[in-house]
């Protein structure tokens, strides 16, 4: 799901002037309170933002090794959350669930997940949860059902009865594979799906663990390059072209106690992503570093998009494939659950 030196906070520079009480007031009025520390227009001592400080300073944030996180650390690299007054701190998880899990229990402030762990945490009372960002839509190549040139799994149809690896169950993995294989009349319901890492894939394949895996880039290279693995199906195709994939979740306590905290948050993450959108340069160094990827295949990952604004009629696909697949018992109307974007400094 989940890449360069910092910018800092803007600072005004300070006029002496004598210390008259109608020009003070005149300057005050004129200036909305910015050049004497007030929080509309940013100050020396406080954050950018007509929002004001953030409630918590400090928020951990959790991230899988996958392309789709690559604006939150330029985000980082880049000072755009402290520019925010904002410190964000990434724990790495193994897995989307992991992280629905860990808002839930307090451990994390937000985290990075596929939208079917959010929307079934959602639909099954789990928690009221907000989706804070957008993170990745799916384009081509990003997220592949592969197999090694040594399976019996050559082409859409010889899915029945394999053994297929996903990160997990009622994922958008396994949503998305059933969904393009049903339009190839092919009975879904016999293909036996293994839950395990990304990085575990490719060994499982090569060793016959497994016939066939679904990965998401950087892993859809990586096997490629490492184990000799072969497109079978793309998943981003027909009822599945262009669906959203992950996004950024939070409790919605969270969100309504510490308002400026997740407005922050947004605004900063909006920059990161404005950056990798729009340069590739910028993009690749950041799955160097944190993916964990060499050079080489950083210059070879399929690049997916990243949205830039929470479009619920995207999302809505998302529940509905979960509900037309029984991972949902009803139909989740996902609109309310999108936090609203902040205003812009």
Sequence with gaps: MPGRGGTGTVHRSRVRIPIIAATLALLTAAAGCGMLGGNSGGSADKPNGAAGAPEKAKIKVGVLPVVDVAPLYEAIEKGYFKEQGLDVDPVVLTSGPQGVQQIISGDLDIAFTSYPGAFAAQAKGMANLKIVSDAYAARPGHLVLVAT???????????????????STGSISDLGVMSVLKTQQVDVSKIKWVAMGFPAMGPAMQKGDIDAAVVVEPFVTTTEKQYGAVPVLDVSTGPTADISLSGWAAVDKQTTQNPKTFAAFQRGLAKGVTDVKSDRSKLEPLLVKYVKVDQATAALVHIADF?????????????????????IPEKLNVAPMLLPAPSQN
């Design 307 to 327: 949205p830039e604004t929470l479009d619920p009629v995207r999302l809505q696909r998302v529940a509905d494939l979960m509900k037309d697949f029984n991972v």
């Design 149 to 167: 040139p040594n399976s019996t799994f050559k082409k859409p149809q010889d899915a029945v009865d394999k053994k297929i690896a996903v990160t």
